[in-house]
């Protein structure tokens, strides 16, 4: 594979990260300075991506699965599963650690999820952890302890709130990140994403009544700051992750995504003025740094590595988007 095809795989990451980053502040400057509610914005994103990507899925070689899978029986009843404790969930708990803390935090405590997919891997496969995983274990405790105490171990520098949306957020995560493997070989990640978006987005606006919602403040920057979080926090990043398996190794872009809680803590503190000390930098730092150890660690080749499946089953995804 030739430099240039790998370095538009690079870019393609992370420019992905990076607006998956920046998005989360958006939403967090929605909340304090709009007046938007994590149910009115998580429920029109969710619905507002899911219909974009079923439409685009309707045009693409595959059409056929978006209807055959409603008809599939197991698979229907796996995707309603992963609709509402995966794609629901993780959207939910990540905008709600949002609203009680800030983008920065929220961003860094989701990305303890691999760490609690090491622990359901070891438990499940009763084996003593590898170095690697020991390592990135230390400093995903470390770094949350210096997240969310500052170095001081008598007090929180975040919300108790803002800390239990987190830790939910990173548990959402993992089962997001396991749970759908057979489902997007199946049928393709376009199809399987855009239903589970829209059933999500449909189950939490019926749930909450999100169409009685008044309070929201709307002006030109808001308006553009809800299509940013649809088009550029979403679709957009969603397309150039995907392909950017095309050019790429799953270890590179997941090594790579590392730019997203980057992002968000810079964008947090220099846009919105979030306060970040020394000790702050250092859990951020210590946090990223669980996804460069985890990618030291080698599974058996048919195993599944962090429910992330191997460059065969990858490129068999890919072929049915």
């Known amino acids: 594979m030739s430099a240039s095809v790998r ?3 690079f870019t393609m990451v992370i420019v992905a990260s990076i607006l998956w980053g920046v998005s989360g502040t958006v939403a967090q400057s929605l909340m304090q300075h709009y007046q938007f509610q994590t149910d009115w914005l998580v429920a029109v ?11 685009l899925s309707l045009l693409g070689q595959h059409r ?5 899978l409603l008809r599939s029986g197991g698979d229907f009843v796996r995707l309603l599963i992963f609709s509402i404790l995966g794609m629901l969930a993780v959207q939910y708990t990540f905008f709600a650690a949002i609203e009680a803390g800030n983008a920065a ?3 860094l405590l989701q990305y303890l999820g691999p760490v609690f997919l090491v622990l359901y891997f070891i438990i499940r496969t009763r084996k003593l952890p590898s170095l690697a995983q020991v390592t990135a274990l230390v400093l995903a405790l470390g770094g949350t302890y210096f997240l969310i105490t500052g170095g001081n171990p008598g007090k929180l520098t975040i919300s108790a709130g803002a800390l239990a949306w987190g ?3 990173a548990l959402a995560l993992a089962f ?16 399987v994403l855009g239903w589970s978006m829209l059933i999500g987005g449909v189950v939490l606006g019926l749930s909450t009544q999100t169409w009685t919602y008044t309070e929201m403040i709307w002006t030109l920057p808001s308006v553009l700051a809800v299509l940013f979080i649809i088009l550029f926090g979403t679709l957009i990043p969603f397309y150039l992750y ?5 050019y790429i190794r799953p270890t590179e872009t997941s090594l790579l995504a590392s730019a997203e809680p980057l992002s968000a803590v810079i964008t947090a503190v220099f846009w919105l003025h979030v306060s970040f000390g020394l000790f702050e930098w250092i ?4 946090i990223i740094g669980t996804v460069f150890a985890l990618s030291r660690h080698r599974e058996k080749p048919k195993e599944v590595s962090l429910g992330v499946a191997s460059d065969e089953t990858r490129r068999g995804k890919l072929e049915k988007v």
Do not use: E, F, K, M
Request: glycine content about 10%.
């Open 7 to 9: 370095i538009r795989g």
């Open 45 to 55: 994103r969710l619905l507002s991506s899911g219909v974009i990507l079923l439409a």
């Open 64 to 68: 056929q699965n978006v209807w055959h």
């Open 105 to 107: 935090t929220a961003t």
């Open 167 to 169: 830790l939910a957020s």
């Open 176 to 191: 997001y990140t396991v749970y759908p493997t057979l489902l997007l070989g199946r049928w393709g990640s376009t199809v």
């Open 242 to 246: 995907v392909d950017s398996l095309n």
């Open 283 to 286: 859990g951020c730092l210590c």
